[in-house]
């Protein structure tokens, strides 16, 4: 069996992670969570005051990159991988609503994607890998062997983020939710640099209904054919 990359794009809230984290498992693979580096920035940027009332202060955020620094740690609980922004572990705190509604403003800033960018290649080096993202397939690892891109309605992709925000116990509204969901494919698919978009040799997976371990099924099973 050989080492190879899996990357998994696709719009907001599509499961990509938990299905990604599942894949990784079942093939004793690394798994990477790029959007949890883009809320990392993002979290650094609001606790910097770069940001204020959704509006970015570039000069601020610019400087502020230098020393940012991000990287993962396996939490002995949950078997996953945390993540850690300038040594402190803040996996609870970039899932907030409030950092969902900055991080494609954010994201949208090349000097942010380049210096992300350049980690991710760095992080997958050599190693059977599954990342998951915007861009993974596209810009990060175009020549990935496998590729998939997940979608489905914003109405079931809103409504499953609602029950995760319920969940933890965040106070949040639906109808936001569904806002932020649709917001957030918005930027993201009209960015210029690195735009959301399925690659041409991605899988595409409408999962509107389809539970998690049919999904999984198909994904092992494409995956095997090619390693
Ligand atoms: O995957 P997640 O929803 O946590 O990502 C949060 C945001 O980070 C996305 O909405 C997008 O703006 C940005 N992102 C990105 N490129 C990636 C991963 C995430 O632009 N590879």
Request: hydrophobic share 35%.
């Amino acid at each position: 069996m050989s080492s190879i990359t899996i990357a998994i794009d696709g719009y907001s809230s599509t499961g990509k992670s938990t299905l990604a984290k599942k894949l990784a498992k079942a093939l004793n693979y690394v798994y990477v969570d790029t959007g949890a580096m883009y809320r990392s920035v993002t979290l650094a940027a609001m606790q910097a005051g770069a940001i204020n009332n959704g509006k970015i202060d570039r000069t601020k955020l610019k400087s502020l990159l230098k020393s940012v620094e991000i990287s993962f740690q396996l939490n002995e609980k949950t078997g996953n991988g945390d993540v850690i922004l300038n040594g402190k572990n803040v996996e609870e705190e970039i899932r907030s609503l409030e950092v969902s509604k900055n991080v494609s403003n954010v994201a949208a800033i090349s000097a942010v994607r380049k210096k992300l960018v350049e980690q991710q290649q760095q992080m997958g080096k050599g190693l059977g890998l599954v990342m998951d993202g915007r861009d993974i397939g596209t810009v990060v690892f175009p020549s990935a062997e496998v590729k998939f891109f997940l979608t489905a309605s914003p109405e079931k992709r809103a409504t499953r983020r609602y029950k995760e925000l319920l969940d933890r116990g965040d106070n949040v509204k639906y109808a936001d939710v569904l806002k932020n969901v649709q917001d957030r494919d918005y930027i993201d698919s009209h960015r210029e640099d690195s735009p959301l978009k399925k690659a041409n040799d991605a899988i595409e997976i409408d999962n509107s209904d389809m539970g998690l371990e049919e999904q999984l099924e198909r994904m092992l099973s494409y995956t095997k054919d090619v390693i």
